[in-house]
Nanobody, 121 residues
Framework: QVQLVESGGGLVQPGGSLRLSCAAS????????MAWYRQAPGKQRELVAG???????NLRDSDKGRFTISRDNAKNTMTLQMNSLKPEDTAVYYC???????????????WGQGTQVTVSS
């Protein structure tokens, strides 16, 4: 089994910053693509940013310059640094990872439980 645990969410004022972290644990052989998704109330879950196993980031054009995604393969962790936050960034943020487990060696999709980010004055 694989577990993904997010941390770092909270309440921040517009223009502020938050750093989200995701830690993967369990019977992990290899982690391929990792990503952050978010879901605002009444809206569908959407991709925020992704990062390849080699560290190549993929950010939406609207977030470039505000968000930075990174990962540490040795620690099985991923972070999302969010700056200049706006009220429309308010959502539950989810960690996602494609993980090859030691038990089956198959590549499966895993999700964290989510962390709330609220941007409000």
């Amino acid at each position: 089994q694989v577990q993904l645990v997010e941390s770092g969410g909270g309440l921040v004022q517009p223009g502020g910053s938050l750093r989200l972290s995701c830690a993967a644990s369990g019977s992990i052989y290899s982690i391929w693509t990792m990503a952050w998704y978010r879901q605002a109330p009444g809206k569908q879950r959407e991709l925020v940013a992704g990062i390849s196993q080699g560290g190549t980031p993929n950010l939406r054009d609207s977030d470039k310059g505000r968000f930075t995604i990174s990962r540490d393969n040795a620690k099985n962790t991923m972070t999302l640094q969010m700056n200049s936050l706006k009220p429309e960034d308010t959502a539950v943020y989810y960690c996602n990872a494609e993980v090859q487990t030691r038990a089956t060696m198959t590549l499966d999709d895993y999700w964290g439980q989510g962390t709330q980010v609220t941007v409000s004055s």
